[in-house]
């Protein structure tokens, strides 16, 4: 099993190379925008998805956004708005695949939730795909370069208690089905049951699978600390390896929080190769968004 506390002491001894920039988004009113995906190309234009919401709300909307200049992001005109949490994409047959987290506020005060994906034909054109099991966040999509697709899960509950990541390989999308998700073994060597974590992006290599994920625990007050992390998939023995924490909140620079219990949370909602360096696309502190230059971590 894997420990925060272990990860992160070893990261923090081993930290070699971090900058950070504070992204700006405008014509948002006066919402936050956080949990950002690490941009990507939609009919030759550089995009970005991101959670917009006001800071004492969670009722939310994904909006694309395009860079009108360095590290200024304004929302595409007349693009789609699609009402769920936490956006992420992958790239399946040449489609750019975008999902995100559907919630139902029920009258009780509590919420049911599930990972919806549509296939983004145009940004102002998207067509749902698929819907998940009640219940799941972070599920995640990747093309693998055998064609085949990697599905990692992430049940709660009985199976995955505060939460846990499965996988399983589908021959194609048709092929995709609730049941078959919630039927997916878990990988081995992961998270203890007091702690959870999930996939946010799945990138192949030339030798390896490695996802870009994050780890999260509760303090003795209640608060919660999320760190962004990448592990190594090992798909032979379907287990995580070479597990580590690639960056935590206070590498990032200083910014508000949507709660106070929020503070310590950095959730890594995406990642762009860059020569020997990485450059993580991130939310902050839930209510704001930020990008971190790194060491490349997938070796």
Do not use: C
């Not at 272990?6 to 930290?15: A, T």
């Not at 700006?24 to 006066?30: G, S």
């Not at 890594?268 to 990008?291: F, L, P, T």
């Amino acid at each position: 099993m894997i420990y925060a506390e272990e990860l992160l002491k070893k990261y923090r001894e081993e930290q070699l190379y971090s900058k950070a920039t504070v992204l700006t988004f405008k014509d948002v009113a006066d919402k936050d925008v956080y949990n950002i995906t690490a941009p990507f190309l939609l009919e030759g234009q550089v995009v970005l998805a991101g959670r917009v919401e006001s800071r004492d709300d969670e009722h939310s909307e994904i909006v694309l956004f395009t860079e009108a200049e360095e590290n200024t992001w304004v929302p595409i005109k007349e693009s789609v708005r699609l009402s769920l949490q936490d956006p992420f994409f992958t790239e399946i047959d040449g489609d750019i695949i975008l999902g995100g987290v559907e919630v139902n506020f029920l009258s009780s005060g509590q919420a049911k939730w599930r990972t919806v994906f549509y296939r983004l034909e145009t940004s102002q054109d998207a067509v749902q795909i698929f819907a998940g099991p009640w219940g799941m966040k972070d599920l995640r999509l990747k093309q693998l370069n055998d064609g085949k697709i990697l599905v990692l899960t992430r049940p709660q509950g009985t199976k995955g208690g505060r939460g846990k990541i499965g996988a399983v390989i589908i021959d194609d999308l048709a092929s995709l089905s609730v049941a078959l998700i919630e039927d997916a073994p878990l990988l081995a060597n992961q998270f203890t049951d007091s702690q959870w974590g999930g996939a946010n992006e799945i990138h192949q290599t030339k030798t390896s699978i490695w996802v870009l994920g994050h780890i999260a625990n509760f303090d003795e007050e209640n608060n919660r600390h999320y760190y962004a992390m990448a592990f190594e998939l090992d798909l032979a023995n379907f287990a995580m390896k070479n597990a580590k924490i690639i960056a935590e909140r206070k590498d990032f620079a200083a910014g508000p929080a949507k709660r106070p219990d929020l503070v310590d949370v950095v959730f890594s909602g995406g990642i762009v190769m860059k020569d020997q360096k990485a450059v993580i696309y991130a939310g902050i502190s839930d209510a704001g968004a930020q990008k971190l230059e790194i060491e490349n971590p997938f070796r």
